[in-house]
């Protein structure tokens, strides 16, 4: 190689290099400036984010096989301060979904702790100015249904099978069988990939004390951790990119990849639950030591609870927003 191509060489390097750490800042400044805990961040979405995730606490909390007595007076209290906050910015109750939900599971929750005969009076207390926004027609809070009743919505047509499938928190004591897991993941390497480079892998233990030493490490399964069979493990090959613009590819992929995976494990008759990695870096070590054979060049994307559906179980009913909230049509 002569001097010259060695120069542009170099110079394209540092570039690239110079454009990384450029587009890494421009993110933080990016999400410092529009997350929901910036004091200054107002909007309605904003506020509206914040209200959703504190409901969907609720629903989980409903939604466990065995939740904890009295469960959920704080959550319940810190939600209503929430709607307080959505109405005090001037925000109209009526016209926001995620708050009309919100108000739905409450009384769901305030429902279904009378029959656990416990009455939170200082819930009581504060819901009562907004039980006038209450929903009539729908149903809020948790469902239950029977294996039986899912099986027939599995194999009918497409909306109704994309549409039985739902977030579990109850799982059969039923071991998985590998092949189960051998077929739903052949369907979700169907998933797109960037340029079809698919980098993505889904990685599944059988043995019970890696399942047992994630579930103890992952966020979000408190209450259902012990019913859980096993995890999988999506992972992401960061060297599969290239360049500053492909830097979230990674997740993007892994993403898509889960999404057709779920919906496999769903039609084989497994239920699932979505558990995001919150990204910290000591955290991913530990994951990656539990694990054992996960190379450095590979980002945990998220991970995924399994178990067989049970005979009857319940789930949360996680309204969603208006189409029109949606669809951007111009």
Known sequence: MNIINYAKK????????????KEYRSDYNEYKQWQYNNPKMKTQNAIEAK????????EKGMSLSHPKE????????????????????GYKIEESISVLNAIGVLN??????????????SVLKKFKKYSKYLPQKEKYGIIEVTKDELKKEIQGEFPKFFMSRHSVRQFSEQPIN??????????????PSACNRQSCKAYFYTDKHINTELGELIAGNTGFDGEVQNYIVV???????????????????GGIFTMALVEA??????????????????????????????????????????????DKFTYATSHRKNLKDILIVQ
């Not at 170099?10 to 750490?21: E, M």
């Not at 590998?178 to 998933?191: P, R, Y």
């Not at 769903?266 to 190379?295: D, M, R, V, W």
């Open 235 to 253: 992972t992401s090959d960061i060297s599969a990119f290239y360049d500053s613009f492909e830097r979230n590819q990674v997740y993007v992929d």
């Open 108 to 121: 769901a929750y305030l429902e279904y702790q009378e029959k656990h005969k416990f009455k939170p009076k």
């Open 178 to 191: 590998i092949s189960d897991i051998e077929k739903a993941v052949k369907l979700a390497m169907k998933a």
């Open 10 to 21: 170099q110079k394209r390097y540092v570039l690239n290099q110079y454009n990384l750490w």
């Open 70 to 89: 009295k469960f959920g007076v704080q959550k319940a209290t810190e939600l209503l301060a929430f709607i307080d906050e959505f109405v005090g910015y």
């Open 51 to 58: 209200i959703l995730r504190q409901t969907h606490v609720i």
């Open 265 to 310: 494990l769903h039609y084989y008759g497994i239920a699932s639950c979505i558990l995001q990695n919150g990204e910290y870096k000591e955290k991913n070590h530990k994951f990656k030591a539990i694990c054992g054979n996960i190379p450095e060049n590979e980002k945990i994307i998220l991970f995924i609870a399994i178990g067989y559906y049970k």
